[in-house]
């Protein structure tokens, strides 16, 4: 199962999160690195606040747009 490690941006929905993973992608020609943010719906269970630092894991599908669980507050 894959692990990633995230930020929750937003807890407004009921037993769902939107958590935030930044990575660093180094252009091809210019050899610039540029940031790059992507978006996770995940199923909030332990109450993560916004602005809390989570781990998220892959599972099965639990709604259209949720496929990750967070499993731990860091």
């Given amino acids: 199962m894959k692990h990633l490690?995230?930020?929750v941006k937003?807890?407004?929905n009921p037993k769902t999160a939107i958590v935030d993973l930044t990575n660093f992608k180094v252009h091809p020609k210019?050899?610039?690195r540029i940031k790059v943010n992507k978006s996770f719906a995940v199923q909030n269970d332990m109450d993560?606040?916004?602005g809390n630092r989570v781990r998220i894991e892959e599972t099965r599908p639990?709604?259209?747009t949720k496929h990750w669980k967070i499993t731990k507050i860091i």
Avoid: M, Q, R, T
Wanted: hydrophobic share 40%.
């Fill in 30 to 32: 210019y050899l610039k």
């Fill in 48 to 50: 993560a606040k916004v």
């Fill in 10 to 12: 937003s807890d407004k």
């Fill in 5 to 7: 490690l995230g930020i």
């Fill in 62 to 64: 639990i709604s259209k």
